[in-house]
C-alpha cells in the first residue's frame, strides 16, 4: 500500500513536472514579432491562417498596405525596387519559419542565422528589419497569408502552404 501511494505520488510529480515544461499558448495579438522569434527554435513558426480565408485575406492586405509593405514590393507584392512577392522565386525559400524570420529580422541577421539564399532576384538593397515596426505577431501573419494568396500558381505548391518540401 505504502509503495502504491509512493508510486502514485511520483506519477502526480511527473504529471506535474510535465505540464510544467510543456509550451504555453502564445497570444498573437500580444506578442511582438522579435520577441515570438525569440522564443521559438528554429524550423517551428507556423502561421495559424491559410490564403483561403476572405476576411484575413483582407485584413493581411490592410496591414500589408498600412506598415509600407507596398514601397518596396507594390501594392499587390508585384516588386518594385524589392523582388515581387506573386512569382515563383522566394530568395530564402518560402516555409513559414523563413518567411516570418525574413520580415522580422531582415536579410542580413537571417543570413547571421544561418538562413542562406535558394534563389536569385534583382533587389536595390536588402530587406529591413520590420519585426520592430509591425505592432503583433498577428499582424505579420496575416500578411504573410495575404503575399500567399498572390503567390504563383507556377510556384512549387510546398511553399505556397507553408511547408517546405524536405519536411512533406
Not at 522564443?39 to 509600407?68: C, I, M, R, W
Not at 504573410?144 to 512549387?156: E, G, L, W
Not at 505556397?160 to 512533406?168: E, F, N
Request: charged share 20%; aromatic share 8%.
Amino acid at each position: 500500500m505504502a509503495c502504491a501511494l509512493a508510486l502514485a505520488g511520483a506519477a502526480c510529480t511527473l504529471e506535474a513536472a510535465i505540464a510544467a515544461d510543456a509550451p504555453k499558448a502564445v497570444d498573437l495579438t500580444t506578442i511582438k514579432p522579435t520577441d515570438l522569434v525569440a522564443k521559438t527554435p528554429k524550423g517551428q513558426l507556423k502561421n495559424p491562417y491559410k490564403d483561403t480565408d476572405a476576411k484575413v485575406l483582407a485584413e493581411g492586405e490592410h496591414v500589408f498596405l498600412s506598415y509600407g509593405c507596398n514601397g518596396c514590393h507594390g501594392g499587390g507584392g508585384g516588386g518594385g525596387m524589392c523582388p515581387p512577392l506573386i512569382n515563383d522565386v522566394w530568395v530564402y525559400g518560402g516555409d513559414d519559419d523563413t518567411l516570418y524570420r525574413l520580415v522580422t529580422l531582415g536579410s542580413d541577421e537571417l543570413q547571421k542565422a544561418g538562413y542562406m539564399r535558394k534563389g536569385r532576384e534583382n533587389v536595390v538593397g536588402p530587406m529591413p528589419p520590420f519585426g520592430g515596426i509591425i505592432k503583433n505577431a498577428d499582424d505579420l501573419w496575416k500578411i504573410i497569408a495575404f503575399i500567399r494568396s498572390k503567390y504563383s500558381p507556377n510556384a512549387d505548391p510546398a511553399y505556397k502552404y507553408g511547408t517546405p518540401p524536405d519536411q512533406q
